[in-house]
């Protein structure tokens, strides 16, 4: 199971992230979340990223946005250095595409609400990732859904990513209900609004990979 922590802003949570077997860190860039990182903190993460993989196995660094259109979003991504743009909202598919013209890698995150007819790859990202009604809000969303046999899961498909309201106790349940490619948790392992906990986020790549 593909586990990506988000929201990281530091050194020392992105080494103990991708140390307790991460495979993305994600770094916000929105003024408005309690997890806005600046240009400085995002090269930190990059930095101690970069360092583990000298030793370790590779892990894709995400540059998560909401607002800002997409090409800008992909010009930043390659200025900084990160593997992965996650343009998060109701972005279309020529903004999409605009950003792949520029950066190989970019995943869609949406949610049912705005778009039911989701499909994986429609918009030509390279990952869908299926968030609920309130990114960041940490809060548990409806999933049955995306049970086996519903029309949204026929319609996902494969190598779709699953997020919003997980955490360590109900990540594993999560999982076996929706069957998802990975899975993405921000402030389900956190102390507070933008404070990962060292050991959430080991009980929690634990638990998706029970």
């Known amino acids: 199971m593909y586990v990506k922590i988000c929201g990281l802003r530091d050194a020392a949570t992105a080494h103990h992230a991708v140390s307790s077997?991460?495979?993305?860190?994600?770094?916000v860039m929105s003024p408005r979340s309690p997890r806005h990182a600046s240009a400085a903190q995002a090269a930190e993460v990059l930095a101690a990223v970069r360092a583990h993989q000298r030793d370790g196995a590779p892990v894709d660094t995400v540059l998560v946005v909401n607002r800002m259109p997409a090409r800008e979003a992909a010009e930043l991504t390659g200025e900084l250095g990160f593997d992965v743009l996650q343009l998060h909202g109701a972005y279309t598919p020529?903004?999409?595409?605009?950003a792949a013209a520029l950066l190989p890698r970019v995943w869609r995150a949406t949610s049912l609400e705005l778009d039911p007819a989701l499909r994986a790859g429609e918009f030509g990202e390279e990952r869908l990732l299926v968030d609920g009604a309130i990114p960041g809000s940490g809060d548990p969303w409806d999933l049955s859904a995306l049970?086996?046999?519903t029309d949204?899961?026929?319609?996902?498909g494969?190598?779709?990513?699953?997020a919003g309201g997980l955490d360590p106790q109900n990540v594993t349940a999560a999982?076996?209900?929706t069957r998802p490619w990975g899975v993405d948790v921000s402030s389900g392992v956190e102390r507070a609004p933008g404070v990962k906990d060292p050991d959430r986020i080991v009980r929690?790549?634990?638990a998706a990979r029970r």
């Open 21 to 27: 077997g991460a495979d993305a860190v994600g770094v």
């Open 94 to 98: 020529h903004e999409i595409a605009a």
């Open 147 to 149: 049970r086996s046999g």
């Open 152 to 156: 949204a899961r026929r319609r996902l």
């Open 158 to 162: 494969s190598g779709w990513i699953l």
């Open 175 to 177: 999982i076996a209900a």
């Open 204 to 206: 929690f790549i634990r």
